[in-house]
Structures are given as structure tokens and as C-alpha cells.
């Protein structure tokens, strides 16, 4: 069965390191969405693409993080620095397309620590 | 701006009970509703999806079901098994972008 894909699942680091993190979506799904998520809340969408474009990038804090699809599959996450605040579990979701039936799967998450 | 909130926020059931979770959103222009399974410190799995023209959808011992124009969705879980503990999360769709907004979640635990 296909699966979202994302490295690593765990990541400890410390305030003002780097941090990159990996997705890779389901085979043929056009869209690809990154949330964050704090612990005891509902996910939030950080950044959406279709194919390689940025759909919705309105709620990613851009002095910190980037995201990039350069070929249009798989993406990466970006956080320098990385701030005490940004320790969350980080999903990548994939679907088919963006249009009303858009059922979004979810890969396993990245849980992020700051220390 | 669209809300979604789901009540209760915890729920402690004994096995075998049926039980209904709530999920209301304020915007009632609305694409698709999903619901979702979440185990700790795991990803989330699609339990459900409803488009905005449908009124429930099946999966088992799950029922979800849609009423748009009083922004609520409920899932009803039949004959509740101690694996059926997870946190219960619903999302719906409100703008063309397909980007999904998600309540907090009701964490459920089913008693032997």
C-alpha cells in the first residue's frame, strides 16, 4: 500500500542549529502539504504545493523556514535557526489534487526537539 | 475565518459502549469533511471522508455523518474495542485550496 515518507522521525537539536526535514508523497499525488502540529492541539498548515509551485505559504514564518519541491516530488522542510518554540511533530501530507475531493494522507511525522 | 471545535476534548469509555464525538465549524461553506485517527506520537490516519453534497459515509463499526448548514459532524463508533483508543481529529475544507483546518482532537480511551 503506498505510504507518505518522511526522515527522519525524531530530531533533537539545539536553539540557532539548523534543521531539515524530508517527504516524499504518495506516487502521482500533485499536491503536498507540510503541518505543524503542538502537542494537544490540531495540526496547522505550514505551506501547500502543487507540483512544484507554493499554493499557500501564508502561515510559514519565512525569517526561519523554507520549503522546496524543485522537481515536483518529493520536498524538504527547513528551520534556521531553529527556536525553542518550533519543537512540534511536523506531517507531511500528499493528495491526488487540490480540487473537492481531496482526501489528504499523512506520513508518520517528524517530531522535532529544541533544546 | 473558519473554526472547528470538537466536544468533548477526552472521553473514558468501557468496552463494548457505543459512543458519538462532535465536531462543529462555523463557516458552513464548506468543500469535504475528514476525519482522522491519530495513536501518540503518530501520524494521522483518514478514517473518513464526506463531500459537502453527502450526508454520511460508512467504514465498519464508523459512521460519520454531515450536516452543512448547522456546521456539524458527528462519528459514531460502534461496539468500542480498547484499540479503538486514540485521539480523534476532524478537518474540514472551506477555500479552493484544499488546505485543511482541524479542531483539537478528542482523545478517547476505551476500558477493558
Known amino acids: 500500500e503506498a505510504e507518505v515518507a518522511q526522515s527522519p522521525r525524531y530530531k533533537i537539536t539545539e536553539k540557532s542549529q539548523a534543521v531539515a526535514f524530508w517527504c516524499d508523497p504518495i506516487s502521482g499525488h500533485a499536491t503536498l502539504y507540510w503541518y505543524r502540529q503542538i502537542l494537544g492541539q490540531g495540526p496547522e498548515l505550514l505551506v501547500q504545493f502543487q507540483d512544484e509551485s507554493v499554493v499557500d505559504d501564508s502561515q510559514l514564518p519565512k525569517d526561519r523556514f523554507s520549503a522546496e519541491r524543485l522537481k515536483g516530488v518529493d520536498s524538504t522542510l527547513k528551520i534556521q535557526p531553529a527556536e525553542l518554540g518550533d519543537s512540534a511533530m511536523y506531517l507531511c501530507?500528499?493528495?491526488?489534487?487540490?480540487?473537492?475531493?481531496?482526501?489528504?494522507?499523512f506520513g508518520p511525522g517528524t517530531r522535532l526537539t529544541v533544546l | 475565518k473558519q473554526e472547528v471545535t470538537q466536544i468533548p476534548a477526552a472521553l473514558s469509555v468501557p468496552e463494548g459502549e457505543n459512543l458519538v464525538l462532535n465536531c462543529s465549524f462555523t463557516?458552513?461553506?464548506?468543500?469535504?469533511l475528514q476525519w482522522f485517527r491519530q495513536d501518540p506520537g503518530k501520524g494521522l490516519t483518514s478514517l473518513l471522508l464526506i463531500q459537502s453534497s453527502q450526508r454520511e459515509q460508512t467504514s465498519g463499526r464508523l459512521n460519520a455523518s454531515l450536516d452543512k448548514s448547522s456546521g456539524r459532524s458527528t462519528l459514531y463508533i460502534a461496539a468500542s474495542q480498547p484499540g479503538d483508543s486514540a485521539t480523534y481529529l476532524c478537518a474540514v475544507i472551506s477555500g479552493n485550496t484544499g488546505k485543511l483546518i482541524f479542531g483539537q482532537g478528542t482523545t478517547l480511551q476505551v476500558k477493558p
Open positions: 463557516d458552513s461553506a464548506i468543500y469535504n
Open positions: 501530507a500528499s493528495s491526488y489534487s487540490s480540487g473537492d475531493y481531496n482526501e489528504q494522507f
